[in-house]
């Protein structure tokens, strides 16, 4: 049985591996909106507002709340990642913020060249914040959260609209 299997699984190997050579077919259309250099399309689930909402502001916020200094009358209190877990916490979030500017950049998501601008600036920025989690380093994750901070506002004075009133 684990030869019949092992034989399917090198078959299947073979088969992705010749079928994915990376080149279109001679007469092939040219990729078309939606649809990568590769071949494959693009099936986006939530729109703009819900990638925000859902994805990206949940996880840029776990950044956001990582590192910081509150003083009251009592004192003062240092809040930063304290255990491994925590700190891949922050790890994880930072790498979907970094991630989801390349969503953003999709087909029916991407609306001009400022636009892009901004969702790279957002995955440099948020790979700052990664990097900064990595090295367990509090005072760098501040730093490059607030560079976060201030290209996820430029961005959002541009393209966020006003509340309605």
Known sequence: MRAILR??????AALLHGCNSGEAPVGAPAPSAGTSAQGASFHTI??????????????ADVVWGAVGTIVTEQGTEHIRPKTDEE????????????????LLMLPGRARDQEWMTFASKLID????TLQAAEAKDAEALFTAGSDLYLVCSACHEKYLPPPSQ
């Open 7 to 12: 034989c399917l699984a090198l078959g299947a």
């Open 46 to 59: 939530a729109d703009t507002k819900q990638l925000m909402n859902w994805i990206i502001d949940p996880s």
């Open 87 to 102: 700190w891949t916490a922050v790890r994880n979030s930072a790498a979907t913020v970094a991630e989801s500017g390349n």
């Open 125 to 128: 920025a948020a790979n700052e």
